[in-house]
């Protein structure tokens, strides 16, 4: 929506950029850094008229969400990313899917919409994880930012044993 400045010329308000873009936007500029960071460098790096207390809510909103982990009680705390941008997509993933009831037509519905190469490459991704697959222990499905059976990791069906 335009409005009208102080001198009679159009003024298109700033667009307002969505949570999950801001902390893709956070993690990228984390992602940059060599050792843990503090809030103001990021907001430095950022440099896009966010607040202070903006870019302290988006690395909180991470650290709840295991993506980034904060180090110090007093000042500075630093921060220092656990996921990437990717990291952070399959983290959002999995929390949508464990807030639904049917978790077999979700899946089932991601992948009826998935182009051929995705679905192709997820296959791909299944079977290295699979023992015997040839995936990196710890690399699959039901490992999480804590390796597997951590926080991050998915639930399973098979008994404990």
């Given at each position: 929506?335009?409005?009208?400045g102080?001198?009679?010329?159009r003024?298109?308000?700033?667009?307002?950029r969505?949570?999950g873009?801001?902390?893709?936007?956070?993690?990228?500029?984390?992602?940059?850094?060599?050792?843990?960071?503090?809030?103001?460098?990021?907001?430095?790096?950022?440099?896009?008229?966010?607040?202070y207390?903006?870019v302290?809510?988006?690395?909180?909103?991470?650290h709840?969400?295991?993506?980034?982990?904060?180090?110090?009680?007093?000042?500075?705390?630093?921060w220092?990313?656990?996921?990437?941008?990717a990291?952070?997509?399959?983290?959002?993933?999995?929390?949508?899917?464990d807030?639904q009831r049917?978790?077999?037509?979700?899946?089932?519905?991601?992948?009826?919409?998935?182009?051929?190469d995705?679905?192709?490459?997820?296959?791909?991704?299944l079977?290295?994880?699979?023992?015997?697959g040839g995936?990196?222990?710890?690399?699959?499905?039901?490992?999480?930012?804590?390796?597997?059976?951590?926080?991050?990791?998915?639930?399973?069906?098979?008994p404990?044993?």
């Amino acid at each position: 929506m335009d409005t009208e400045g102080a001198g009679g010329e159009r003024e298109t308000p700033a667009r307002r950029r969505g949570q999950g873009e801001l902390e893709a936007q956070v993690l990228s500029v984390l992602g940059e850094a060599t050792e843990p960071v503090t809030a103001a460098w990021v907001l430095e790096r950022l440099g896009s008229g966010l607040s202070y207390s903006t870019v302290i809510t988006i690395l909180t909103r991470l650290h709840a969400k295991q993506a980034v982990t904060r180090t110090g009680r007093g000042r500075p705390v630093l921060w220092q990313p656990v996921a990437n941008e990717a990291g952070l997509a399959a983290l959002r993933m999995r929390s949508l899917l464990d807030k639904q009831r049917d978790r077999d037509a979700v899946l089932a519905g991601f992948v009826s919409v998935l182009s051929a190469d995705d679905e192709e490459l997820l296959r791909s991704l299944l079977a290295e994880s699979e023992p015997g697959g040839g995936g990196a222990p710890g690399s699959g499905p039901g490992t999480g930012p804590d390796g597997p059976g951590g926080p991050g990791a998915a639930p399973t069906d098979r008994p404990e044993g």
